[in-house]
């Protein structure tokens, strides 16, 4: 009788943990690296008028966010008139192609962002 009374509470207590263990959730966020910076629409603008005049580079590899920019294109430096108005792009460099300003890492000379 004191067994049965022992496995009645141990079995009971089992079905009390499912329920809470039911509702006890974990959240795991990650974050991923694309390499890519976010520019409101009228900075975007900004930029596109201020540095879209920019002689344009022509390349042969397609011009995408996170592609690597080969050595022989030319970073123009971003004037501090735009890092003022627009402080995310301080520290990255810039070329025109196919009328996109490319915004470039300098350091790794991957795309970051492009402007149209």
Not at 1 to 17: V, Y
Request: net charge neutral; no cysteine.
């Amino acid at each position: 009788m004191k067994s049965l009374m022992i496995a009645t509470a141990t079995a009971i207590g089992l079905l009390a943990a499912v329920p809470a263990g039911a509702q006890t959730s974990v959240t795991t966020t990650t974050t991923e690296t694309t390499g890519s910076i976010t520019i409101a629409p009228e900075k975007r603008t900004i930029i596109h008028k201020q540095l879209g005049t920019t002689k344009p580079v022509t390349i042969k590899e397609r011009v995408t966010v996170g592609a690597t920019v080969p050595d022989t294109v030319e970073l123009q430096s971003v004037p501090e008139t735009i890092v003022s108005e627009v402080p995310a792009v301080k520290g990255y460099r810039y070329f025109v192609y196919n009328g996109e300003v490319v915004l470039v890492d300098p350091q790794t000379r991957k795309v970051v962002t492009i402007v149209e």
